[in-house]
């Protein structure tokens, strides 16, 4: 078992900035963030295998970037440019099965979440 607690959320203008982070209870190989907006899905936002291979969301491509400390078993999520339809919850996800996982299905642990609030 795995478990993962996310910070670093919170209330931001439009075109701000927030440094995400995830700790891990012990080393997992992947990964990931998923985000949900009030009444939307769960949706992909990046993943990072090791601390070499990442993939992002198309909506969040050269604005947010991920990172890991494989010693300190954390993983961040720099959030740049915000916009307001950046806004949700933001989760932590981990597993340690071959591959880059991009769907949240593919994820065995999660964290609990953590807010963050764009505004206009």
């Known amino acids: 078992q795995v478990q993962l607690v996310e910070s670093g959320g919170g209330l931001v203008q439009a075109g701000g900035s927030l440094r995400l982070s995830c700790v891990a209870s012990?080393?997992?190989?992947?990964m990931g963030w998923f985000r949900q907006a009030p009444g939307k899905e769960r949706e992909f936002v990046g993943a990072?295998?090791?601390?070499?291979?990442?993939r992002y969301a198309d909506s969040v491509k050269g604005r947010f970037t991920l990172s890991r400390d494989v010693v300190k078993n954390t993983a961040y999520l720099q959030l740049n440019s915000l916009k307001s339809e950046d806004t949700g919850v933001y989760y932590c996800?981990?597993?340690?099965?071959?591959?880059?996982?991009?769907?949240?299905?593919?994820?065995?642990?999660w964290g609990q979440g953590t807010q963050v609030t764009v505004s206009s």
């Open positions: 012990r080393r997992t190989v992947n």
């Open positions: 996800a981990a597993d340690n099965s071959i591959g880059i996982h991009t769907i949240a299905s593919e994820y065995a642990y």
């Open positions: 990072i295998r090791t601390n070499v291979y990442t």
